[in-house]
C-alpha cells in the first residue's frame, strides 16, 4: 500500500527544474549546478524535462552462438539489411520474428570490425575479425577474399586483416599487431595492397588500433585528414589524399589522446568530426588538433569523467566497448561492458544539450541502426530497443538523485515532503527521499492520486519549458525518510512497466530552523 502523506504539515516550498543537466559524475557535490543529478539511472534527460528510456523487446532468437557484431549494409538502391556475426557463422538478421536465422557462411570469431565501400559497380559490406578471411557482400552474393578469389587482395595474408576504413574512396586495412597499415588503389575493392610503416613516427610503439578520417570541407580535396589511432594511445595525424604520392600525402603531427577502449573506439563522425573513445573519455578530433593533447576538459564526456574513468580502469580490456550516433532520439551510446559475456550498461549524451545519463537493464554485446531503428544483440538474441514500456516483460527501474541545494540560506532545515512533478500516460506509484548534508538514505512510497491535469506554474521555468496540454501532470507528496541539515537533495525512483513518464520538476518543503 503507499504511504499516507499528511498534507497537513506545513514549511516553505521550494521549486526544483528536472535535472535537465543530467548526470554529473566529475563536480563536486557542493558545488553541482542544481540542474545536475548525482545519479540519474534510465532517465533520458531533454531540454526541458526527464523522460523515462524505453524498453527493448525481442528481434530474433536461437541464433547459433553469441552475437558479438551487428552489421548494417546498404545497397546502390537505397535499401538496407542487417547481419548477425557469430563464432560460428554470418546470420541474416534483418527481419524479425524468426527462430535461428538465415546462415550464410562459417566463421570461427564473431568478433568483427566493419566498414562499406563502392567500387563503383557494387556496394559491398566488408567485414574483417583478424582470423577468418574478410567478408565481402554486395547484396546478392557473398565472397570470403584471398590472393585468388574475385575480387582479390594480394601482398599479404588476409585472414591478418582485423579492422579496415575507408578514406577518399580506398580502402584501409590494419593487420594483427602491425604498427602501420595497407592500402589498396584508389576505388578498387581488391589488389595488391601496399604497406605504409608507422613505426618511426609513433614514438609509444604499440600497434595500430583503428583508422577514420576527418573531411572538414566534406569534399575530396586537400584539406582532409587520415587518422590512424595506437593502441598506446597516440593520434597520428596525415593530410591528403593518397598515400601513395608524397604531393598529396604529409604528416600533420602526432597527438596523446589516450589509449583507445578497444577497436569499435570510434565514431566517425559526429557534426563533422571523428570522436574517438579513450581510456580517458570521449573526445573530439578538432578538439584534439587544436590543443595538441586531449585534456579532460575537452572530452565530450567531461561532466561524467570520474565514472568514465573507473569504468575503463575496470574494465578497459573486456570486449564490447562501443561509440555509436542514434539521431533519431538525439543521441550518442557508449557501450560499457562490466564483464564478456555478462552485464552491461549505457553512458548515452543527448546530443543537443551535451547531458549525460546510466542506462542499466541493455545487457548488449553490439548495437546497430537500421532504417532509423535501434538494435541490440544479447547472446544467441537480438533485440529492438529504445522501444514500447517494458524491459522484455521485466520492470524498468529508473532512478534519480538530484543536486544538493542549500536553497540560499545557510539555515538548518528539517525536509517534510517532496513532490515531483509527472506527465504520465497513467496515474504511477512512485518512491520519494530527501538526503541531507551528502549522506544517503532510503527512499519512501507515495501516493499515486492525480491531483493536477493542468500546467505546472511555478516549477516550469518562463521561456524554456513547454507547457503542458495533454496527459496527466500527476503532483503528489511523498515522504522524506530524512534528518535535518543544511544541504537537501531530492530523489525519485520509479519501477515502471507499461507507462511512459516525463518529469517536469519538483517542490521540496522544509521548515526552517536556526542557522549554527
Known amino acids: 500500500m503507499p504511504t499516507q502523506i499528511d498534507r497537513r504539515a506545513k514549511g516553505t516550498d521550494k521549486t526544483l527544474p528536472a535535472p535537465v543537466g543530467g548526470w554529473n559524475a566529475n563536480a563536486a557535490i557542493t558545488s553541482m549546478p542544481i540542474t545536475d543529478a548525482i545519479r540519474l539511472e534510465n532517465w533520458f534527460p531533454g531540454p526541458t524535462s526527464v523522460e523515462l528510456r524505453q524498453g527493448h523487446d525481442v528481434h530474433m532468437t536461437q541464433l547459433l552462438g553469441t552475437v558479438k557484431t551487428l552489421a548494417v549494409h546498404r545497397q546502390l538502391d537505397g535499401s538496407s539489411s542487417m547481419w548477425a556475426f557469430t563464432d560460428t557463422g554470418i546470420f541474416e538478421a534483418t527481419f524479425g ?4 536465422g538465415f546462415f550464410l557462411t562459417a566463421r570461427t570469431n564473431g ?41 582479390a587482395i594480394t601482398g599479404l595474408t588476409t585472414t591478418d586483416i582485423v579492422s579496415l576504413s575507408v578514406f577518399k574512396e580506398q580502402l584501409f586495412f590494419i593487420r594483427n599487431d602491425k604498427l602501420g597499415f595497407d592500402y589498396l588503389p584508389k576505388g578498387d575493392a581488391g589488389g595488391a595492397a601496399t604497406y605504409f610503416d608507422l613505426a618511426s613516427i609513433a614514438s609509444d610503439g604499440g600497434y595500430l588500433m583503428a583508422v577514420c578520417s576527418w573531411t572538414r570541407d566534406a569534399g575530396s580535396g586537400p584539406d582532409d585528414f587520415w587518422v590512424g589511432i595506437t593502441s598506446e594511445g597516440e593520434a597520428i595525424v596525415y593530410q591528403g589524399t593518397d598515400p601513395a604520392s608524397a604531393n598529396t600525402w604529409a604528416l600533420v603531427g602526432v597527438y596523446k589522446i589516450g589509449k583507445p577502449l578497444g577497436r569499435r573506439c570510434v565514431l566517425k563522425k559526429f557534426g563533422g568530426d571523428p570522436i ?16 595538441g593533447d586531449a585534456r579532460a576538459k575537452y572530452a565530450l564526456s567531461f561532466k561524467i569523467q570520474q565514472a568514465f574513468s573507473d569504468a575503463a580502469l575496470a574494465a578497459g580490456d573486456v570486449f564490447g566497448w562501443t561509440i555509436l550516433s542514434y539521431p533519431e532520439r538525439k543521441a550518442i551510446i557508449v557501450n560499457v561492458p562490466i564483464r564478456e559475456d555478462g552485464p552491461h550498461e549505457q553512458y548515452v549524451m543527448n546530443t543537443i544539450t551535451k547531458a549525460w545519463c546510466k542506462f542499466t537493464g541493455w545487457h548488449a554485446e553490439d548495437f546497430a541502426v537500421l532504417d532509423g531503428v535501434l538494435y541490440f544483440s544479447q547472446g544467441n538474441r537480438i533485440f529492438r530497443a529504445w522501444y ?39 496515474s504511477i506509484d512512485y518512491a520519494t527521499g530527501v538526503d541531507t548534508d551528502f ?12 491531483e493536477n491535469n493542468n500546467g505546472v506554474w511555478g516549477v516550469s521555468l518562463w521561456g524554456q519549458a513547454n507547457w503542458v496540454s495533454s496527459g496527466n501532470v500527476q503532483q503528489n507528496w511523498g515522504g522524506t525518510a530524512s534528518w535535518p541539515g543544511r544541504w537537501l537533495s531530492g530523489k525519485l525512483r ?7 513518464a516525463k518529469w517536469l520538476g519538483s517542490v521540496m518543503r522544509f521548515t526552517q530552523g536556526n542557522g549554527l
Open 97 to 100: 520474428g524468426q527462430s535461428a
Open 111 to 151: 568478433k568483427h570490425q566493419w566498414d562499406q565501400f563502392g567500387d563503383g559497380t557494387n556496394n559491398w559490406l566488408i567485414a574483417v575479425n583478424g582470423v577468418d578471411k574478410p567478408w565481402y557482400w554486395n547484396g546478392a552474393t557473398y565472397v570470403e577474399v584471398d590472393g585468388l578469389s574475385t575480387p
Open 276 to 291: 574517438i573513445l579513450t581510456q580517458d573519455g570521449a573526445f573530439p578530433l578538432s578538439a584534439v588538433l587544436q590543443a
Open 388 to 426: 514500447g514500456t517494458d524491459d522484455n516483460g521485466s520492470d524498468i527501474i529508473c532512478t534519480a538523485v538530484q543536486a544538493y541545494s542549500d536553497f540560499g540560506s545557510g539555515m538548518i532545515k528539517d525536509p517534510v515532503l517532496f513532490k515531483p512533478i509527472l506527465e504520465t500516460s497513467q
Open 439 to 450: 549522506s544517503t538514505r532510503g527512499f519512501l512510497g507515495a501516493s499515486a492520486t492525480v
Open 494 to 500: 520509479i519501477v515502471a512497466i507499461g507507462i511512459t
